[in-house]
């Protein structure tokens, strides 16, 4: 016999919404944002999106002391790190503010 419909309900409910919500806490207690997670999986794809469409600065540090650039190079994306200080840093943000 197949699994009962309630019992397929617990197993996405399990896979999807507590693992979300343990990555969500996660994420608060250790004070890190979509962008550290993203650096820190080498998901450049994600990382240019929120850079790009949202403007999002590399300017927060998570409780360990690390940028999402940092983040990225200590899981060896060493690219990724060096794109989101190129694109994604302070500096360049003040610049393009100032020359607006």
């Given at each position: 016999?197949?699994?009962s419909?309630?019992?397929?309900?617990?197993?996405?409910?399990?896979?999807h919404?507590?693992?979300?919500?343990?990555n969500?806490?996660?994420?608060?207690?250790h004070?890190?944002?979509?962008?550290?997670k993203?650096?820190?999986v080498?998901?450049?794809?994600?990382v240019?999106?929120?850079?790009?469409?949202?403007?999002?600065?590399d300017?927060?540090?998570?409780?360990?002391?690390?940028?999402?650039?940092?983040?990225?190079?200590?899981?060896?994306?060493n690219?990724?790190?060096?794109?989101?200080?190129?694109?994604?840093?302070v500096?360049?943000?003040?610049?393009?503010t100032l020359?607006?």
């Amino acid at each position: 016999m197949g699994k009962s419909p309630i019992k397929d309900v617990e197993c996405w409910y399990e896979k999807h919404v507590i693992g979300y919500l343990y990555n969500v806490k996660w994420s608060i207690i250790h004070k890190q944002t979509p962008l550290h997670k993203a650096a820190y999986v080498g998901n450049l794809t994600v990382v240019q999106y929120l850079v790009e469409q949202f403007n999002v600065v590399d300017c927060i540090r998570d409780n360990h002391g690390n940028t999402a650039a940092d983040c990225a190079k200590r899981s060896q994306n060493n690219d990724l790190a060096k794109w989101i200080r190129r694109h994604a840093s302070v500096l360049k943000y003040i610049k393009e503010t100032l020359n607006a």
